[in-house]
């Protein structure tokens, strides 16, 4: 059974620092692409960043480029997110997922909550 | 990037209705597209991806359909269980974007 787990949320202040880790298992987490995608409270899903199988190519949004950076250890079956300069707009729960060999999401974890905030 | 446009916001459907649910992209994804299910409190769950392929485990009244631009889902035979968030989502260009989403309610 896969499963992916979040830890690392909580409340900080703008202009702070996070890092989410997220545990996998249940499938060969080497083999697979990964990301982070959000939501907002109340809100719809926005993607964050997707890490390649190998770690060496990375994507995000312009919203967050420059301030998140995702990582992988493949040898711990973890991916991560640091997450600097942290605004008001980036308070959401923070997804870990899996992609399909198409980038569509086949697996979820159950979400973490970032609340940034003074 | 490519904008998904959603529709409708909100419906709501009796029991064993059929209902649908379409996108629209700004530029033609190639099928690659989405379709996730959310129900209250839980994360998203995907239903449909390819456009067209349904996902293990999904039931078989959930369909997709659509090319180039214009997709849509459909539920045939609305169910209690289906009442929930539902999504669309291209991957055919970074960056990766969600439609706004769609609200089903049960009438």
């Known amino acids: 059974e896969v499963q992916l787990v979040e830890s690392g949320g909580g409340l900080v202040q703008p202009g702070g620092s996070l890092k989410l880790s997220c545990a996998a298992s249940?499938?060969?987490?080497?083999?697979?692409?990964m990301a982070w995608v959000r939501q907002a409270p109340k809100k719809g899903l926005e993607w964050v960043a997707t890490?390649?199988?190998?770690?060496?190519?990375?994507y995000y949004p312009d919203s967050v480029r420059g301030r998140f950076t995702i990582s992988r250890d493949n040898a711990e079956s973890s991916l991560y997110l640091q997450m600097n300069s942290l605004r008001s707009e980036d308070t959401a729960t923070y997804y870990c997922?899996?992609?399909?060999?198409?980038?569509?999401?086949?697996?979820w974890g159950q979400g973490v909550l970032v609340t940034v905030s003074s | 990037d490519i904008q998904m446009t959603q529709s409708p916001v909100s419906l709501s459907a009796s029991l064993g209705e059929t209902v649908s649910i379409e996108c629209l992209a700004s530029?033609?994804?190639?099928?690659?597209l989405a379709w996730y299910q959310q129900k209250s409190g839980k994360s998203p769950q995907l239903l449909i991806y390819?456009?067209?392929r349904l996902q293990d485990g999904v039931p078989s009244r959930f369909s997709g359909s659509g090319s180039g631009t214009r997709y849509s889902l459909k539920i045939s035979g609305m169910q209690p269980e289906d009442e929930a968030d539902y999504f669309c989502?291209?991957?055919?260009?970074?960056?990766?974007?969600f439609g706004s989403g769609t609200k089903l309610e049960i009438k």
């Open positions: 890490i390649s199988t190998s770690g060496l190519t990375t």
């Open positions: 989502q291209q991957s055919y260009k970074y960056p990766l974007t």
């Open positions: 390819a456009a067209s």
């Open positions: 997922v899996k992609h399909t060999s198409r980038i569509s999401i086949d697996y």
């Open positions: 530029e033609g994804v190639s099928n690659d």
């Open positions: 249940g499938f060969t987490f080497s083999n697979d692409y």
